[in-house]
């Protein structure tokens, strides 16, 4: 009860007979818009970035294994602020990394949509990789050894045989992802600030909303609440037990 009452007082004091022309407003739809597509391009930086590093955890023994996989699990402990300040340290304009970008290729990362493209990314990654790599685990080698007999490349065996064994470890790391990075709060407040109609997602207007139009903030958060919904409909066949 104490986990299911706050979801049914928030559908309960939804406003649901202006819910349709609250959604229509033009800074509900930028922040609405904006999260879908940042959501969207970070999911498809982790799925670029943490196949491959799933790949070389499960597959590829290197002294330190342990270490690394430590550390790229870090984001799903780190609270979201510290992320977004190691961010800032690292890609701000005076950051270890940043600072080059701006000078060398005029490139600024904080407070731009592209922030917080980067920041969900940095929060979200984790859950691709240990999904991937679970899956990459559980998969049978000896479709892998059978092609390698055959003479098919690493890249070919890669492409034809591990991916399509994986994949459904793949499509739930992805839909995992991509729910992650569109609740992101910390981490994007932190790195890309809260302007609207350039970082201002979701979450970020739900923060907002609640300091000036309260009624705004509810359906923001509905919405949101019925992603999630959505996301564990998607990923139901991993939580059910599908054995006889």
Known sequence: M???????????????????????????????????????????????????LAWTLARVPFPGVGVVRALVTVPLVLPPVVGGVALLLVLGRRGLVGEWLDSAFGITLPFTTAGVVLAEAFVAMPFLVISVEGALRAADLRYEEAAATLGAGRWTIFRRVTLPLVAPGVAAGAVLCWARALGEFGATITFAGNFPGRTQTMPLAVYLALETDPQAAIVLSVVLLAVSVVVLAALRGRWLDTTS
Do not use: I, K, M, Y
């Open 2 to 52: 104490f986990l299911v009452l706050p979801l049914a007082g928030l559908l309960v004091r939804a406003p649901w007979s202006t819910l349709g022309t609250r959604l229509a407003q033009g800074e509900v739809l930028d922040a609405l818009r904006l999260s879908l597509l940042t959501a969207t391009l970070a999911t498809g930086l982790c799925v670029l970035f943490g196949v491959p």
